[in-house]
């Protein structure tokens, strides 16, 4: 088996040899950029994501820079604030296919350890009697002028319910993925099987609706890394019929997404409103459409505008965007949110009164003091 570690920012590359499939899987999964140099060897490059792939003979992973328990919180409290550091930790030394199913095992576990939780379930079903509610439309349309059987729905307390089922289909997809260790595959097999009775949902289904209560409490953190691996993991048949495992983000879209939802987060308790992908148009004749990550807006005006960079430098044509945004919605100071660097004085634009701002963000940071950088972002942006 070879394993192939690459950095988020690795501008060289790793050669190693593939095959055709391999490495027409691998490329199908956008994690990395396969390119041939002959002889059945390739040359694997980051393509700007991060994360892990698993398929026979072959484990390939590209590390982000923040870490893998940072991107765990990034994505995490991007979906839900009530994400926490805990909800996904394990020893991240040894890759991040084990951190997913260990993290899974264990909140699984502590959320099923009272039992499993059940709820109250529409069915509907052909029965010799009347059990809840006639389906009439469906009884004349099935069965026009038979008595018997009785289209009906009812409601049935069972364990098919939306919490359960996020739950099972994230075990399934964790026990898809080849060469997990053999004993969190075994607890993984074993909390599916405390299922039993559960629907597991289709590819590409949407998650279907829970809400929060205090019965449901102890499901919470189990379900919000659930949500996190369904939405960034799949398990499938690539090219060659090759079983590809991939857990793949786009770390930009991962930031800007962090960003949003820790400002909202920040600024709730202001007057107004936090809006992400504000629309809003640079023209009068509103034929050029602009969309800043995030905009403040008090009593319909903007009062404050960020953008969100995972860049490494501050490119002019990242100010550029911030001047036409800054003049479009009628504001003198606009925010370029960047993922690391070092704080800049405010950027005067000659003949304005506009100055643009660069605010880096240190990552490396405990979660709590991240939060801490967003809420004094914001505190100066709005105050400001």
Known sequence: MTRIELAELDDTGVRCELSADQAAALGATGLVAPRPEGGGWWRLSPAGRAGAVRLPGLDVEVRPKVGIDRLMFLLGYARDP??????????????????????????????????VLQGYVPVDEAL????????????????????????????????????NRILRTALR????????????????????????????????????????????????????????ILRHQSADAGPGGESVAAFVVDMATVFEDFVTTALREALAGRPGHTAGQYRAHLDTGRRIL?????????????????????????????????????TALGLTAGWLVYAHGVPDGPLPVRHTGIEIVRHPLDLSAPPPALLAQIGALADRAVSD
């Open 128 to 163: 010799p009697l009347v059990r809840g509610r006639i389906r009439f439309a469906d009884q004349i349309a099935r069965r026009p002028g038979m008595p018997l059987p009785i289209e009906v729905r009812y409601d049935e307390y069972a364990p098919d319910i939306a919490e």
């Open 82 to 115: 009530g994400f926490r550091p805990e909800d996904a930790s394990a020893r991240t030394d040894a890759g991040l296919w084990p951190v997913l199913a260990e993290s899974l095992a264990r909140q699984a576990e502590q959320a099923l350890r009272p039992g």
């Open 290 to 326: 602009i969309r800043p990550d995030v905009v403040h807006v008090v009593d319909g005006r903007p009062v404050a505008v960020f953008d969100a960079k995972y860049k490494l430098s501050l490119p002019n044509e990242d100010v550029y965007q911030m001047l036409a945004y800054c």
């Open 173 to 228: 997809r964790m026990l898809a993925v080849p060469r997990l260790p053999a004993g969190t595959r075994s607890r993984l097999t074993h909390l599916d099987g405390r299922l039993d009775g559960v629907r597991v949902l289709p590819p590409g289904a949407e998650l279907p609706d829970w809400r929060p209560s205090r019965l449901n409490s102890r499901y919470l953190p189990v379900l919000r890394l659930a949500s996190l």
